[in-house]
């Protein structure tokens, strides 16, 4: 026996188990008998790739159960390959049970995004526009040029305009 009749014959029992033909029990005699078979013929025991699809085999019912809360419902739950990606893929991380509350709100400590250069000269602009605005206003009204400023003598009660 080499080990193309062994998946041979491995596919051969993957057929009958999904057709009905044999109960757990009875694949498991089978594959003890295949393994000892490859033994005494090779001399050595299956590849590891034989080993897994035979393994697979043996707990072909687990595997193949399709309900979507076999977690809760069984005691032990095997789930295949394909359901754990499905479930990693449905569940949400612990990052977000931290950051977000039991009212909805996101309680994250805030961050603050970086500017890109072109806004850093658009805010520097207009800074330096508004700064020499308020520069000019500042020293008019200390020289008292500006509008709307008045004076009053309180002795005599005059008012002088600016």
């Known amino acids: 026996m080499d080990k193309a009749l062994l998946h041979e014959m491995i ?10 033909e044999l109960d757990r ?3 498991i005699k089978e594959i ?4 000892e078979a490859y033994h005494d013929s090779v001399g050595k025991s299956p590849d590891s ?3 897994e699809r035979m393994a697979n085999l043996i707990i072909y019912e687990e595997l193949s159960d399709p309900h979507p809360d076999k977690m809760t419902r069984e005691e032990y739950p095997i789930m295949s390959e394909t359901q754990r990606e499905e479930r990693i893929k449905s569940e949400a991380s ?15 400590v ?5 500017r890109s250069s072109y806004e850093e000269k658009f805010v520097d602009r207009a800074a330096r526009a ?12 200390v020289k008292g040029k500006s509008e709307g400023q008045f ?3 309180i002795a005599t009660g005059e008012k002088f305009i600016h």
């Open 11 to 20: 596919t051969e029992l993957y057929q009958r188990t999904k057709a009905g």
């Open 25 to 27: 029990i009875e694949r």
């Open 32 to 35: 003890n008998a295949l393994v």
């Open 49 to 51: 790739a034989a080993l």
């Open 94 to 108: 612990e990052k977000l049970a931290e950051e977000y509350g039991a009212d909805g709100r996101n309680y994250k």
């Open 110 to 114: 805030p961050t603050r995004r970086k």
């Open 130 to 141: 508004r700064n020499k605005e308020r520069r000019n206003r500042y020293n008019d009204f």
């Open 151 to 153: 004076t009053v003598n």
